[in-house]
C-alpha cells in the first residue's frame, strides 16, 4: 500500500512542477504588454470638447504616448501632472493623449480644466479600449512610434522620470 501512495504523491509532485513552470499559452495574463509589437486595436472615439474624433488606426507620423485613465482612479489623479509636463516639454516631437474610461464628459471637462490638462483628451464611455488593450488596471499607457506600432506599455502610475526616459528612446527611434 506505501508503493501506491508513495507513487501517487510522486505523480502529484510531477504536475504541480509542470504547472508552476510551464507556462499556459491560453492565459492573457501580461496586461497591456501584450500590445507591444502591435497596432492598437481601431477605435473611433470623440474628442472631449467637440474636437475631431480620434481613429486610433491613425496614429501614425510621430511618435504618441497614449494613456488611459479616469477621473476617479488615485493614481491615474496622480499621474496626470506628469504627463501634462511632458506634453509641455517634448511637444511637438511626441504628441500626448488621453482617452478616459466610461465617465460622463461634464465630469472629465471639469476635471481637465481644473487641473490645467490641454493635450487632447477622448472619451470612451462603453470601455472598448481597455478590453481590447487587456488593461489589468489603471492608468495604463501606451508609447507608439512613427508607424502606429506600441513599442513599449505600462501598467500603472509613472513617475515623469520613468515617463520621460521611455519617450525619449521612443522618440529617438529606440
Known amino acids: ?3 501506491w501512495f508513495l507513487g501517487g504523491l510522486a505523480v502529484v509532485a510531477v504536475v504541480v512542477l509542470v504547472a508552476a513552470f510551464y507556462p499556459n499559452a491560453n492565459r492573457s495574463d501580461r496586461g497591456p504588454l501584450e500590445m507591444v509589437g502591435a497596432r492598437l486595436p481601431g477605435v473611433t472615439l470623440p474628442g472631449l470638447r467637440g474636437g ?3 481613429n486610433t488606426v491613425s496614429l501614425s507620423g510621430r511618435p504618441m504616448l497614449v494613456n488611459i485613465w479616469a477621473t476617479w482612479c488615485g493614481p491615474c489623479r496622480r499621474e496626470m501632472p506628469a504627463l501634462t509636463l511632458l506634453s509641455h516639454r517634448m511637444r511637438p516631437a511626441l504628441g500626448v493623449i488621453a482617452i478616459d474610461q466610461g465617465e460622463d464628459a461634464q465630469v472629465v471637462n471639469a476635471y481637465t480644466k481644473q487641473f490645467g490638462v490641454d493635450f487632447p483628451i477622448y472619451l ?3 470601455q472598448r479600449m481597455g478590453t481590447m488593450l487587456h488593461l489589468v488596471g489603471l492608468p495604463s499607457s501606451f508609447f507608439i512610434d512613427r508607424n502606429g506600432v506600441v513599442k513599449d506599455a505600462v501598467d500603472g502610475e509613472m513617475t ?3 515617463m520621460s526616459d521611455k519617450a ?3 522618440v529617438a527611434g529606440g
Do not use: I, N, T, V
Request: hydrophobic share 35%.
Open 1 to 3: 500500500m506505501s508503493r
Open 52 to 54: 475631431p474624433a480620434l
Open 124 to 126: 470612451d464611455r462603453d
Open 160 to 162: 515623469y522620470q520613468m
Open 168 to 170: 525619449r528612446r521612443l
